[in-house]
C-alpha cells in the first residue's frame, strides 16, 4: 500500500510539473473582495497554493474525523468488554439450581410431583 502511494504522489507531481512548465508565461490577476487588483501572478503558484490549502485543511479535516472514530471504536470496545463479562457470568451459572427450581414452580403449579408423575 506503501509503494501505490508514492507511485500515486509521483504521478501527480510529475503531472503537476510538465503543466507549469508549458505555462510559465501565463498569468493571472487575484482580486480582493473590492475588485482591486492586488498581484499578477503565474498561473501555476496559484494552482499550486490552492492544492497546499486544500491538502492541509483535508488533512485536519481528516485528523479530527481520525480521534473521532478512535474514540467511538473505544466506546464500543468498553462495551464488548462489559457484554462478554456479562455472558461470561451467565454461562458460569450452576444448571442444577435452576432445574431444581423449575421443579418446585411445576409441582406448585399442577400439585404433583415429578418421582409420581413418572410412575
Known amino acids: 500500500m506503501t509503494w501505490l502511494r508514492i507511485i500515486t ?30 498581484a499578477n501572478a503565474p498561473l501555476w503558484i496559484v494552482v499550486l497554493v490552492s492544492a497546499a490549502f486544500g491538502i492541509f485543511f483535508m488533512g485536519i479535516l481528516g485528523i479530527v474525523q481520525e480521534f473521532r472514530d478512535k474514540s467511538k471504536i473505544k466506546k464500543l470496545n468498553h ?33 404433583i410431583k415429578n418421582s409420581e408423575a413418572q410412575e
Open 9 to 38: 504522489v509521483l504521478v501527480f507531481v510529475i503531472v503537476f510539473l510538465l503543466w507549469a512548465g508549458q505555462n510559465l508565461e501565463n498569468t493571472v490577476d487575484i482580486n480582493n473582495f473590492d475588485g482591486e487588483t492586488v
Open 79 to 111: 462495551l464488548i468488554d462489559k457484554q462478554q463479562e456479562e455472558l461470561a457470568s451467565l454461562r458460569n451459572l450452576p444448571i442444577s439450581d435452576e432445574i431444581g427450581e423449575v421443579e418446585i414452580e411445576e409441582e406448585e403449579s399442577t400439585g
